[in-house]
């Protein structure tokens, strides 16, 4: 008689965007007369880029002449994205990361789920709360995160790095000692940041312990203030120390394309043994690669022109998410974030709890947003808006919200 994983019985219950989207579902089937605005998952919704859809046709041209055909990718990816990753990532930005030591996927959600496959499974995991439920539930799945308490929401194996306003939703240095720590900036949900002075603290004292910093920087793009780290590179020891987490989705749109990276220098050891090699073992064994011509869009968002028209596309969604800040906090909100990160955190109103906020939006003001709860113990009685609806619908969104 075959066997089940035991450790996805653990999980308690359904993916959190599964849950708001059947809940929205539901709703939608009983009053289909209702314009629902959706603020709730971080999906774009604003067209791809001229150049990258130019990149993407000639790269359809390509695969339909023999000379030019391409079959399965490099395991690491081709040599002109990553060399383009490289120079305008990291090079220009002063860091040491060459081109082979950046790994081409599709997204990261599935590198942030999968990087934990190279270590041991008695490795402690520290997060942040609130956090992308990802880190922890990938963990839990793959048997090493304890027990699950009800009570307070939290696994017995892993160490909690509380993000609250009191330490400006900005985990501190843990008292228990982790081996691999899961750090997101700007970051999901809170929208929060940390200077480079206070991430090299990070650095140094992963550096000091032992341990590995997964540093998930898919929002990097979103940046705007000079005293903000775009790269965990930019600090010094980083190369022996950590491993850094690339998004196209955010910064080019890519959500429905789907490409990603994974920058593993091959200066992170353990003995003799790079993680380098152990993610390219597994990249080669588990993954054929992005499709050329979605790589050859990649390519096109590091070119001039790409730039230029992505910055636009970044600043359109800042708007939005300066349309959502000022719109709440001029209706009385506490609210956080929007500044360097195309999230808004807000503090739920009348003492309701993060899931009680979203059924009140949504049967009063047909407005979806994603409960803080759902990110982890510390992220109750908090709710997460995305700047990445249409200008249009957000502001309607913030008009009936303000209205409520």
């Not at 390509?62 to 055909?69: D, G, L, P």
């Not at 691999?180 to 940390?194: E, R, V």
Request: hydrophobic share 35%.
């Amino acid at each position: 008689m075959f066997k089940v994983n035991e450790d996805y019985l653990k999980l308690p219950g359904s993916y959190l965007f599964s849950t708001i989207g059947k809940k929205v579902a539901a709703y939608s089937a009983v009053n289909p007369d209702k314009s629902i605005i959706r603020l709730g998952i971080g999906d774009v919704t604003q067209p791809l880029a001229p150049t990258i859809i130019d990149a993407l046709h000639g790269a359809v041209d390509e695969m339909a002449h023999a000379e030019t055909f391409h079959g399965y990718a490099p395991d690491l990816g081709y040599e002109f994205l990553r060399t383009a990753m490289a120079k305008n990532d990291y090079q220009d930005r002063g860091c040491d990361i060459k081109a082979d030591e950046i790994f081409i996927s599709d997204g990261a959600k599935g590198d942030s789920g999968n990087i934990q496959e190279i270590f041991a499974k008695d490795n402690k995991i520290a997060v942040c709360d609130p956090v992308y439920p990802v880190y922890v539930d990938t963990n839990v799945m793959a048997g090493r995160t304890g027990t699950y308490d009800p009570k307070t929401e939290t696994w017995s194996d892993v160490i909690y790095m509380p993000c609250t306003k009191e330490t400006n939703f900005a985990p501190e240095l843990p008292k228990e000692t982790p081996d691999i720590i899961y750090l997101c900036f700007p970051n999901n949900p809170t929208g929060s940041t940390i200077t480079k002075e206070q991430l090299q603290e990070w650095v140094d004292y992963a550096n000091k312990v032992g341990a590995v910093i997964i540093y998930d920087a898919a929002y990097e793009a979103y940046i705007s203030e000079d005293d903000v780290p775009h790269t965990i590179y930019e600090c010094e020891g980083a190369r022996t120390c950590a491993i850094e987490l690339r998004s196209f989705s955010k910064n080019a749109g890519f959500t429905g394309v789907r490409l990603g990276a994974t920058v593993i220098p091959k200066d992170i050891k353990q003995g003799d043994v790079m993680l380098h090699s152990l993610w390219a073992r597994r990249h080669g064994t588990k993954y054929n690669g992005a499709p050329y011509i979605v790589q050859k869009a990649g390519e096109a968002v590091y070119s001039e022109a790409g730039k230029v028209q992505l910055k636009e596309q970044v600043a359109y969604y800042m708007n939005n998410a300066k349309v959502i800040y000022e719109g709440l906090k001029s209706a009385g909100y506490n609210v956080s974030g929007g500044v360097n990160a195309p999230y808004i955190w807000l503090q739920t109103p009348d003492k309701m709890t993060s899931w009680e906020f979203f059924d009140y939006l949504l049967e009063n003001a047909n407005v979806v947003g994603t409960p803080g709860s759902g990110f982890g113990p510390s992220g109750e009685g908090y709710f997460r808006l995305t700047a990445f609806g249409s200008y249009e619908n957000t502001v309607a969104a913030i008009e009936r919200i303000k209205a409520l």
